[in-house]
């Protein structure tokens, strides 16, 4: 079998379960990584499962405790059981890459927290997100952040360099949501900027992904979102990647576009600029001609050192599989160090938490049914 890293081949292997579903299409950086680890676990041999049904699981990681993630499969009141009452000798790690600065919720970060308080050990994808956390009182127990990013294998620039396509400096951005907190005042003001038929006949700007009702793009292009190779050839029509994302944790989006060669313009927001920083330009809204025009100027440079680029899920995963094959060979240690729990207020969440879920996704199936009767009326109309 072929292992990317000597190290984890000398590994032992483990039955790992993943409490997401793996979504098909387009959906977001976070499914992606849950689709890439899948296959490559399967491919270097463990056992993957995506429930807590099996009494023999060495790791369990969990990737969304909140109730109104539709695609996970359990959350941590699921794995307290599961440890209290099935298989105590299993390890619980979170992955957490979500938090209110990102989309200017009030609930996220508080309900992450407490429902983090037994879990053994924790993953972030930023050292922004790590700090947010930290600041705000969860747990200083053993964690790691793990920088992500896409598979090598369908994210590559096979031509030597990348070089500017024609006359016109054709400008990309691409998002699964259309949430404001995404760029989208950035990418108007680009789209209006275009209005001056001299800047439109020097720059254009393409945008991939889904928009809220009501939002217009006049002088720009969109492309409803894509996914894999007709993402990757999409992208590679263009000379350069914009994100205006703010507070992001980390994006997959800017990832995928720098592992095809393409310059980054960025803003100084959440954890972006751990991923970006060396490989395109900080932006804001006053200077973005300007700093095009620069990328522009020093394009070979820039794409020289794109060559580089580390944050692929390769590279991730050579991280990710030795820090769980270390838990999984120290699980003494942690289970040492564990809450006792006690057995009725475990059993009570539980229950608590299977008919949350249970009646959160009727009403996710609800809303979505209804949406398509109204949706089909209007058509009728």
Same mark, same amino acid.
């Given at each position: 079998?072929?292992c990317?890293?000597?190290?984890?081949?000398?590994?032992?292997?483990?039955? #790992?379960?993943?409490?997401?579903?793996?979504?098909?299409?387009?959906?977001?950086?976070g499914?992606e990584f849950?689709?890439n680890l899948h296959?490559?676990?399967?491919?270097d041999?463990?056992e993957v499962v995506?429930?807590?049904?099996d009494?023999d699981?060495? =790791? #369990?990681l969990?990737?969304?405790p909140?109730?109104n993630? #539709?695609?996970?499969t359990?959350d941590?009141y699921? =794995?307290?059981?599961?440890?209290?009452?099935?298989?105590?000798?299993s390890?619980? =790690?979170?992955? =957490?890459n979500?938090?209110d600065? &990102?989309?200017?919720?009030?609930?996220?970060?508080?309900?992450?927290?407490?429902r983090?308080k037994?879990?053994?050990?924790?993953i972030f994808?930023?050292?922004?997100?790590k700090?947010?956390? #930290?600041d705000?009182?969860i747990?200083?127990?053993?964690s790691?952040?793990?920088? *992500? *990013?896409?598979?090598?294998?369908?994210?590559?620039?096979?031509?030597e360099?990348?070089?500017?396509?024609?006359?016109?400096?054709?400008i990309v951005?691409?998002?699964?949501?259309?949430?404001v !907190?995404? *760029?989208?005042n950035?990418?108007?003001l680009?789209?209006?900027?275009l209005?001056?038929?001299?800047?439109?006949?020097?720059?254009e700007?393409?945008?991939i992904?889904?928009?809220?009702?009501?939002?217009?793009?006049?002088?720009?292009?969109?492309? @409803?979102?894509?996914?894999?190779?007709?993402?990757?050839k999409e +992208?590679?029509?263009h000379?350069i $990647?914009?994100?205006a994302?703010?507070?992001?944790p980390?994006?997959n989006?800017? !990832?995928?576009?720098?592992m +095809?060669?393409l310059p980054i313009?960025?803003?100084?927001?959440?954890g972006?600029?751990e991923y970006?920083y060396?490989?395109?330009?900080e932006?804001n809204s006053?200077?973005i001609?300007?700093k095009?025009d620069?990328i522009?100027?020093n394009?070979?440079c820039f794409?020289t050192?794109?060559? @580089?680029?580390?944050?692929?899920?390769?590279?991730?995963?050579?991280?990710?599989?030795n820090?769980?094959?270390?838990?999984?060979?120290?699980?003494?240690?942690i289970?040492?160090?564990?809450?006792?729990?006690n057995n009725?207020?475990?059993i009570? @969440?539980?229950?608590?938490?299977?008919?949350m879920?249970?009646?959160?996704?009727? $009403?996710i199936?609800?809303?979505?049914?209804?949406?398509?009767i109204? &949706?089909?009326?209007?058509?009728?109309?």
């Amino acid at each position: 079998m072929e292992c990317i890293n000597l190290e984890i081949c000398l590994n032992s292997f483990m039955k #790992i379960s993943i409490g997401s579903n793996i979504i098909k299409g387009p959906y977001g950086g976070g499914n992606e990584f849950i689709r890439n680890l899948h296959e490559r676990l399967i491919k270097d041999g463990h056992e993957v499962v995506f429930t807590l049904d099996d009494d023999d699981i060495d =790791i #369990i990681l969990l990737t969304n405790p909140l109730k109104n993630s #539709i695609n996970s499969t359990f959350d941590n009141y699921d =794995i307290d059981f599961y440890q209290k009452f099935k298989n105590p000798n299993s390890i619980a =790690i979170q992955r =957490i890459n979500e938090c209110d600065e &990102r989309k200017n919720t009030k609930y996220v970060n508080k309900e992450l927290i407490k429902r983090n308080k037994n879990i053994d050990l924790n993953i972030f994808v930023s050292n922004w997100l790590k700090k947010i956390f #930290i600041d705000q009182g969860i747990d200083k127990k053993g964690s790691i952040v793990l920088m *992500g *990013g896409p598979t090598i294998k369908l994210f590559n620039r096979r031509e030597e360099q990348k070089k500017l396509i024609g006359d016109k400096i054709k400008i990309v951005t691409h998002h699964w949501s259309g949430n404001v !907190m995404k *760029g989208l005042n950035t990418y108007l003001l680009i789209d209006e900027l275009l209005e001056n038929k001299k800047l439109k006949d020097r720059y254009e700007f393409t945008y991939i992904g889904n928009l809220d009702e009501g939002v217009e793009f006049k002088n720009s292009k969109v492309i @409803k979102p894509l996914y894999g190779i007709d993402l990757v050839k999409e +992208l590679k029509k263009h000379d350069i $990647y914009i994100t205006a994302s703010i507070n992001e944790p980390s994006g997959n989006h800017h !990832m995928e576009a720098a592992m +095809l060669g393409l310059p980054i313009l960025y803003f100084n927001s959440g954890g972006t600029p751990e991923y970006c920083y060396g490989f395109g330009l900080e932006f804001n809204s006053e200077n973005i001609l300007q700093k095009i025009d620069e990328i522009v100027s020093n394009y070979d440079c820039f794409t020289t050192a794109l060559k @580089k680029y580390p944050y692929s899920f390769e590279n991730a995963y050579v991280h990710l599989i030795n820090f769980l094959n270390e838990a999984h060979q120290n699980k003494d240690k942690i289970i040492k160090n564990r809450n006792n729990l006690n057995n009725v207020a475990v059993i009570l @969440k539980f229950i608590y938490s299977f008919v949350m879920r249970y009646f959160y996704k009727k $009403y996710i199936n609800t809303k979505i049914y209804l949406g398509r009767i109204k &949706r089909y009326a209007a058509k009728v109309n």
